[in-house]
Nanobody, 124 residues
C-alpha cells in the first residue's frame, strides 16, 4: 500500500495563489503517473491535472494556463501550483497515483492510490 499525503490547502482570496504538495511513501514515485482531482459539495469529482511517468502533462480546460503540475523525484513529491484562483476552484483536492505505465487518465477509477484530500477555499 502506497501512502499519499496532500498538504498546502487553505483559504485564499480570489486572484491569489496556493501550492499543493503530494508526498508519497514510495521511493519509486517517479515511475508513477500522478493526477490531481477535486470535488466540491454537490458536484462530481473532476479531473484537474496529471503528470505521466514519462513527463507528459495534461490539464482540464478550466485550469489550463492557471495551474501547473510538476514533480520533484528526489523528494518523491508532486506539486500543483495554482495561480489566479477563482471561487469556483473551491473544493477538496485529492492526489491520485497509478503504479503502472499510464497516460494521465481523466477517470478517477483508473488510479490505484489516493490521498486524504486537502481543502482549498477561495473567497470573493
Amino acid at each position: 500500500q502506497v501512502q499519499l499525503v496532500e498538504s498546502g490547502g487553505g483559504l485564499v482570496q480570489a486572484g491569489g495563489s496556493l501550492r499543493l504538495s503530494c508526498a508519497a511513501s514510495t521511493r519509486t514515485f517517479s515511475m508513477y503517473t500522478v493526477a490531481w482531482f477535486r470535488q466540491a459539495p454537490v458536484k462530481e469529482r473532476e479531473f484537474v491535472a496529471a503528470i505521466t511517468w514519462s513527463g507528459g502533462l495534461s490539464y482540464a480546460n478550466s485550469v489550463k494556463d492557471r495551474f501547473t503540475i510538476s514533480r520533484d523525484s528526489a523528494k518523491n513529491t508532486v506539486y500543483l501550483q495554482m495561480n489566479s484562483l477563482k471561487p469556483e476552484d473551491t473544493a477538496v483536492y485529492y492526489c491520485a497515483a497509478e503504479d503502472q505505465m499510464g497516460y494521465g487518465s481523466r477517470w478517477s477509477r483508473d488510479y490505484d492510490y489516493w490521498g486524504q484530500g486537502t481543502q482549498v477555499t477561495i473567497s470573493s
